[in-house]
């Protein structure tokens, strides 16, 4: 069933996304692995939307995309006026709550 | 039960989604990363077409491989880390990032069989007349109109956040 291939496809995706936030130290990579994370749920949705014939699946993955979207426009944006106040982009520096 | 080109092509994307996937979580260079990652996502696109979802295919090439990708290589050029490459790029808990990982896939594996799966009669009424791409339309137009424009406020919200965080500092 092309269902079940779908959702095994889902879960790999996202485990392999969740592997990547958790190790990587640079901290647009760990973004990237957050959009690999909601495209691993979008292949789901899509997946239940065809064993179900039912267009509400695709319609929640295209409001996770634009959500997506939004998420990185910020995401990116702090991580701008991050690297303004201090060079590099690893996550173990970031040990000070203000500076 | 999908035809044999079907699955082959079925199985072909998975594999190189799930390739390309690891390649992307575990390049050196952030730019090879970003790129194996645009191609995970032009073979999720891909997966899509195979289950039916032709308007999300194209708006995942046009949207994420097209806009966020680009932002993101945009990006990385504007910072400019050679050190990024010198450095051990996961940090010391890689190892048990690497456990979770295989449990939740392990988990949700065991979770997706067919024989949990719940038995549900499919809503052929709406799908049998139309085709997928006005059924969607229609849905989203109708039934979703009201958080249809909630997300277009949210990317409003979005886009003024993020001129306003990262905006440089005037001397006041």
Not at chain 2, 81 to 88: D, T, V
Not at chain 2, 147 to 160: T, Y
Request: hydrophobic content about 60%; some cysteine; aromatic content about 10%.
């Amino acid at each position: 069933m092309l269902v079940n291939g779908c959702l095994v496809l889902s879960a790999v995706l996202f485990g392999i996304g969740l592997v990547g936030f958790l190790s990587r130290r640079n901290i647009i990579l760990m973004l990237v692995s957050i959009e690999i994370m909601l495209n691993a749920v979008n292949v789901s949705l899509a997946g239940f939307s065809q064993y179900l014939q039912n267009p509400k699946g695709q319609i929640l993955a295209l409001f996770i995309i634009a959500v997506a979207a939004a998420e990185v426009a910020v995401g990116l944006g702090l991580i701008m006026a991050l690297s303004r106040a201090r060079p590099g982009v690893s996550v173990e520096d970031l040990t000070q709550l203000k500076w | 039960m999908a035809s044999p080109l079907v699955q082959i092509a079925f199985y072909y994307l998975a594999v190189a989604s799930v390739a390309s996937a690891i390649l992307a979580v575990t390049r050196r260079n952030p730019v090879h990363s970003i790129l194996w990652v645009l191609a995970l996502f032009l073979h999720v696109a891909g997966v899509f077409l195979i289950v039916g979802a032709e308007f999300l295919a194209v708006v995942q090439v046009i949207v994420y491989a097209g806009a966020i990708l680009v932002f993101y290589l945009f990006f990385l050029m504007l910072l400019d880390l050679p050190s990024e490459i010198k450095e051990f790029r996961f940090n010391e808990h890689w190892r048990w990032a690497v456990a979770i990982g295989v449990v939740f896939v392990a988990l949700t594996w065991y979770a997706a069989r067919l024989e949990h799966m719940p038995i549900v009669e499919p809503e052929v009424a709406s799908q049998a007349v139309a085709g997928n791409l006005s059924v969607v339309g229609t849905a989203l137009f109708t039934e979703f109109i009201l958080p249809f424009e909630i997300v277009s406020l949210v990317l409003l919200a979005a886009i003024v956040g993020a001129v306003a965080v990262a905006r440089k500092k005037t001397e006041s």
